[in-house]
């Protein structure tokens, strides 16, 4: 006796399913990937268990992806033998969305709905990565049926998509899952959306699943062996008979199961073998992003610790770059065996956004996140990792600005907490930073750009730290710097305040805020003044400023004659220690 159970999908689960039902993206194919790509994974996670769980008993010889079609029903059905899922896993994994940025997805579509930009909102969509819920693009009803790995009863659900799911227990039901999509009747004539024609299959498979390390197989209809040449040659006497027996044997028809991927592992194969689509589908499928990557960086590393990296830089940032929970990067193989994803000891904390795969020769498949942190090799081979993205950067910054520029407007901001907690590679990161600059309104300034358009005689490294280009342009502190030339770097992030005081010098000059301590602008002609002239100037602003100190004497240290200002009657400024305002508001706004 099994009880059907009638549960209602989570609040955000259900716009993002209206959003699929009512399909907003126009590349329906993919919700095969999404599926083929959860098959794989379970896969991963079952050859993993049973190498490392020893109460688990489960045969692995034979995992692999299958593909079925029902024309007569209109059904495909993915079935893998994988890990499988608990009941509590089912409604926890399909009934909610637990990824972090959903609720600020929901918001920026429904702002780009509501603004009637279709094309905005099915680019969230492909940024988010849909995963399971791309089946109700193509589906007006899904139903799956799992049991996990070392459990006697399995799961099945089921939904329209539109709200509410049922969920029940099947008894013994065979490891894995299979997850059947019942075609959109309205979809049924459209030969582009076929997804029970053997050729279709065939060609999203190649398309976007060809690196898949199981083999994802389909039964498909092969002609019949043709009979053999002596059978012909009796048939000769009657001609209509030949005819007759020729028109039967290509009718005829075998069922063969055919394996559709080819499963190459793309990091072990030499680049100039590999197209780029391969690596884009690859990365695809390691970020959940839908679009392109940048850059695919490949290494290998030979002698005591043999391994082999592939990684991508995407081409823009997932949206929750800057939340604590944010998703990191590498996943970790062993001799081609998956071990774990977000490996966090294969790269620092600031290049969280790039994705790939590492795949070393030479560790334990039980190896803990704890326990790799600690490893030497495992060190050393994330120093290199850095080194060579931070090399590839600042390869597209000298040889291909406009992917450069993408790069840093996407990471920047990410790039530089390196400087925060990455002193050892604070030289490589300097090399690639860019800013804005008073010297050209339109493009950002490296600061070794920055550097050679220093003026004669000056020895320091001017910058601004502040909310916005505007606000910093007009500031009275510019003033001065503007009037003598001088150009300032506008830094806008919030980081910025921060990694300029801890690193403080590039190339051997001070980085000096316009907005902190005693600059000396002096030009030779400044120092020209005779010291009688100054004093002059002294005293006859002293009652002023004794009377300033008076009455500002809860607001500021100093009251004193400056030679920053050209127009400004007055400014504020800093002591060379106080932060400045901008950091003090990041403080204030941090509840500090
Ligand atoms: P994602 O793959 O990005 O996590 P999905 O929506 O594709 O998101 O899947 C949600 C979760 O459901 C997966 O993380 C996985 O835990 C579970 N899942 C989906 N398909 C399968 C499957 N075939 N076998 C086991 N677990 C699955
Ligand atoms: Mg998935």
Redesign the pocket.
Known sequence: TTRVETLEFQAEARQLLRLMVHSIYSDKDVFLR?LI???S??LDKLRLASLTEQELRVDTTDLHIDLEVDRDARTLTVR?N????SREDVVN??GTIARSGTAELLRSLSEARAAGDTTASADLIGQF?V???ATFMVADRVSLV?QRAGERTGTRWESDGEGSYTIEDVPDAPRG?AVTVHLKAEDAEDRLFDYTADHKIREIVKKYSDFIAWPIRMAVERPAPLPDADADADADADADADADAAGESVAATTIEIETLNSRKALWARPRDEVDQAEYNELYRHLS?DWSDPLEVVQMKGEGTFEYEALLFIPSRAPLDLYTRDARRGVQLYVKRVFIMDDCEALLPNYLRFVKGVVDARDLSLNISREILQQDRRIQQVRRRLVRKVLATVRNLLENEAEKYRTFWSEFGAAVKEGLLDAAEDSEAILEIISAASTHDPEQTTTLRGYVERMKEGQTEIYYMTGDSRATIENSPHMEAFAARGYEVLILTDPVDEVWVERVGRFDDKVLQSVAKGQVDLDTEDDRKKTEAEREQQRTDFAALLTWMGERLRDEVKEVRLSSRLTTSPACVVGDTFDMTPALERMYRSMGQ
């Open positions: 999404e790509s959860n098959a994974d379970a893998d994988g890990i499988g899922m994994l399909i990565g995963g399971f819920y799992t899952t959940h």
